[in-house]
């Protein structure tokens, strides 16, 4: 079925069901879009493995994309580091530590 006909039978179906069908194909591609965008913070250092320094990032991102083939398996590779990333920040979250820091006026 080309696209052109999909449209034409779309066309013929009432509006409530047309508009599910748009809610479906939007949601959809700013599904797709969301996950390249969250994959591309790995692929930049943000979103590096909780703990490891922007250099251990970036030989991950470096070995993950000497390994990748094609674009889809880019893809599923993106998305693989993305539920990575979230898994650790629910399972094992990075212990934050603060201290506290005194300044006074006329002290060097």
Request: aromatic fraction near 10%.
């Amino acid at each position: 079925m080309s696209l052109t006909s999909y449209i034409e039978n779309l066309r013929k179906r009432p509006e409530h069901v047309r508009r599910r069908v748009a809610f479906g194909w939007s949601a959809g591609a700013s599904i797709v879009i969301f996950v390249f965008w969250i994959s591309s913070f790995t692929s930049i250092g943000i979103g590096g493995p909780i703990g490891g320094s922007i250099n251990v990032a970036k030989k991950s991102a470096v070995a993950t994309a000497s390994k990748v083939v094609s674009p889809g398996e880019s893809l599923v590779a993106g998305v693989g580091s993305f539920a990575n990333d979230v898994w650790s920040m629910i399972v094992a979250p990075k212990k934050v530590t603060y201290s506290v820091i005194e300044v006074l006026p006329g002290e060097k």
